[in-house]
């Protein structure tokens, strides 16, 4: 199945959000671990933002107008610039890992 972001463009994204008052974006890793004894999940979340405006680019994608950082850098921005596109880690793997290292 195809994202989103196949169908719609950097502006199209922009022209939905017009008007809407909460601009927030959740961006959510899960990773789930099943066997034949057990099954756990690991999730973690961080919150962003949709920016007011953001770079036109050739390819559809919603990278030019989100940010997860406090300096309000996209993640098209940070890409550019080498520096981390969130101000937080969400360690979802670093949890799994020590939780499966453990448990073995």
């Not at 899960?30 to 920016?51: A, M, P, R």
Request: aromatic content about 10%.
């Amino acid at each position: 199945m195809p994202y989103i972001d196949s169908w719609l463009s950097t502006s199209d994204f922009l022209k939905l959000m017009s008007g809407i008052e909460d601009q927030r974006v959740i961006l959510t890793e899960v990773i789930v671990y099943v066997d034949e004894h057990q099954s756990k999940v690991f999730k973690g979340s961080i919150e962003g933002v949709i920016l007011k405006e953001g770079e036109e680019t050739d390819y559809k994608s919603v990278d030019p107008i989100v940010s997860f950082r406090s300096d309000k850098k996209s993640l098209t921005q940070a890409r550019l610039e080498k520096i981390p596109t969130r101000d937080q880690d969400l360690s979802v793997w670093e949890e799994f890992s020590k939780w499966f290292t453990t448990s073995q």
